[in-house]
């Protein structure tokens, strides 16, 4: 038998973590215990307003040793309720990790059994998510200075999606091409791709075939 | 000596790939650097809100050359986090074969990539000789020679083919006696050691605030694994351990990165002889594509409000997928993927891990690191 986390342990260790972060003001923290594959995952699934984030963002890296920040997804729902127009998630985990000690001139590799792990070691996933209002210029607060791993999250998340970071040092376009127009940013919906057909774009890429009649149709 | 920017990329061999590095150099010395990413950015997030589930997984396969069957099972537990469904055990350690089959072939490319870097040749064609091995039992599962497609929302595509297990056997056997062979070239080269020892030092710290994760992370004494942390497949039912590496003071030189994937690869190879053994039904019984013991049911439609999302250990760090799922209004099809790519994260950080050596050295700190740009820019 592999030396793994026990699903017990996590979610003993999620439910602290998340009644912690409820008692703060605009958050809502919840376990959500999510089941497919072979084992079920505990997760923290916090929902934070806009204006309460960097206050819980500083709260988990110092107090709960929340130390990487995986990815930053941010949303267009143009369709949505005028109260959650666009949402930004964001995904972190606790690793525990600490430099290894050096003992007598050498570096002892830190080698934890993932099964004993107890308190703030124990790894956890966390999902916050924003909602935002209707507006044309949507913006959270930066965390590049709390956790360095979003710098270019957050640059990634305004050059896609046109999410801006208040407070982020250095945004600058990182996939598209650095003269791509001012607002220009192609994950919002009105973006839409050429093709209006799935047959058409395999049989016919170049649009040779295409009849006047398609003129502006799209997918 | 006057500071200058020069641009290495996006035609560069020490790139891997299409991106360029700008180095701000004193004489010989690199004072800053900034990474330009973004040549074959192809808009994959963008595609995949017009496909459904299932057609998605090619282009997760795309996303990485050399590591398709990590990505599209990264992409694939995804799906399945989002539609809730139940895989069957055996169809977990199918997948689980053939997604360390494809962590071997991938540390063979970039061992086999890293030596002409540095000025070892020789090692590029025996590298190559026996990912060619590895590819042959992938190909035996996913039917093309790259790009497998292998994974469905549910199961896999296919049962393993009569005779896989000999031949795996064999195949993987003979692979664990070449390894030696690898670190005999490496370890007993003056040039390989003078060059990678004691240059692109990283503390893991400072790498896990950065977003750098996998083998680089385990390479600074670190035994943080995700398959451990956040057991998913079968890993739990395998006896196995996560390679560590004891790094020097200063932190992971080049060196540590290159004796983790060696670890990691024999760590890969003996679970999958663990997993042919302990297989349910046998490694030698087959089923028939679309058996309940291979492909379990699943919805093509997600509900309304739903999200799914996976940490996956890729081999070059942590990949994810967030899904958001459309609702009735969208039909099959998701509202949003978002793809977090480890390379993305890891090269500004590696490009910071230059900064105070030569600019010789540059190839051997920023291989070191495994770059892909494919995943990089999606």
Not at chain 2, 154 to 173: E, I, N, Y
Not at chain 2, 226 to 235: D, L
Request: aromatic share 8%.
């Amino acid at each position: 038998m592999g030396k793994v986390v026990p699903t017990s342990n996590q979610k003993s260790a999620a439910e602290t973590m998340a009644s912690a972060l409820s008692s703060m003001d605009g958050v809502d923290a919840v376990v959500s215990e999510r089941k497919n594959g072979t084992s079920p995952r505990n997760i923290v699934s916090v929902d934070c307003s806009n204006k309460n984030w960097r206050p819980l963002a500083v709260c988990m890296k110092v107090e709960h040793g929340v130390d990487y920040c995986s990815m930053i997804t941010g949303i267009h729902w143009p369709e949505g309720s005028p109260d959650k127009n666009w949402e930004v998630i964001y995904h972190f985990m606790r690793m525990g990790v600490t430099d290894p000690p050096v003992v007598d001139g050498m570096v002892q590799p830190i080698v934890k059994d993932p099964s004993k792990l107890e308190g703030k070691d124990i790894p956890l996933e966390i999902e916050v998510r924003i909602a935002l209002p209707e507006t044309r210029e949507p913006t959270v607060a930066s965390v590049q200075d709390i956790w360095v791993g979003a710098d270019w999250n957050e640059k990634e998340t305004w050059d896609l999606v046109g999410i801006d970071f208040e407070g982020h040092e250095g945004m600058r376009r990182v996939l598209q091409p650095h003269e791509t127009p001012v607002g220009f940013h192609p994950l919002q919906k009105q973006h839409k791709l050429r093709y209006h057909d799935f047959e058409e774009m395999y049989d016919d890429v170049q649009g040779f075939r295409r009849k006047p009649s398609d003129t502006g149709k799209i997918k | 000596m006057a500071e200058m920017w020069i641009s290495m990329g996006p035609q560069h061999p020490m790139t891997h790939g299409l991106w360029t590095l700008k180095v701000k150099v004193d004489g010989e010395t690199v004072v800053d650097t900034e990474p330009d990413l973004g040549y074959i950015h192809r808009g994959v997030e963008k595609i995949c809100e017009s496909r459904d589930f299932t057609q998605i997984t090619t282009y997760c396969d795309r996303l990485c050359y050399a590591s398709a069957n990590t990505w599209s099972h990264s992409y694939i537990y995804a799906v399945e986090d989002l539609l809730e469904v139940e895989v069957p055990e055996r169809a977990e350690y199918i997948r689980l074969i053939a997604v360390e089959l494809q962590r071997i072939a991938s540390h063979l490319m970039w061992l086999g990539a890293y030596g002409p870097d540095i000025g070892n040749l020789s090692v590029m064609v025996w590298c190559l000789r026996e990912r060619e091995m590895m590819m042959d039992l992938l190909q035996e599962l996913g039917g093309s020679r790259m790009h497998y497609n292998f994974p469905r929302v549910g199961g896999v595509k296919r049962d393993l083919p009569h005779g896989f297990a000999q031949r795996t056997r064999a195949k993987v056997s003979l692979f664990l006696n070449r390894i030696q062979e690898y670190e005999a070239l490496f370890d007993e080269s003056t040039i390989f050691l003078i060059r990678t020892q004691g240059v692109g030092y990283s503390k893991p710290e400072e790498m896990v605030n950065h977003g750098v994760t996998g083998p680089n992370l385990r390479a600074g004494g670190v035994n943080y694994d995700i398959r451990t942390a956040h057991p998913y497949s079968v890993y739990s039912e395998l006896d196995w351990e996560p390679p560590v590496e004891r790094p020097s003071i200063k932190g992971a030189d080049c060196y540590d990165r290159y004796r983790i994937r060696v670890e990691e690869m024999r760590v890969s190879a003996m679970m999958v002889l663990e997993a042919l053994d302990k297989i349910p039904r046998g490694a030698d019984t087959y089923h028939e594509p679309g058996d309940p013991a291979i492909l379990a049911k699943a919805p093509s439609r997600s509900p309304e409000g739903a999200s799914g999302f996976h940490h996956f250990e890729d081999s070059r760090g942590e990949s994810m997928f967030y899904l958001a799922g459309g609702g009735e209004g969208r039909g099959k099809m998701p509202y949003r993927v978002s793809i977090r790519s480890p390379m993305f994260i890891t090269i500004p950080y590696a490009s910071k891990c230059m900064v105070g050596y030569k600019v010789a050295d540059i190839p051997a700190i920023m291989g070191s690191f495994d770059p892909c740009i494919g995943e990089t820019d999606r």
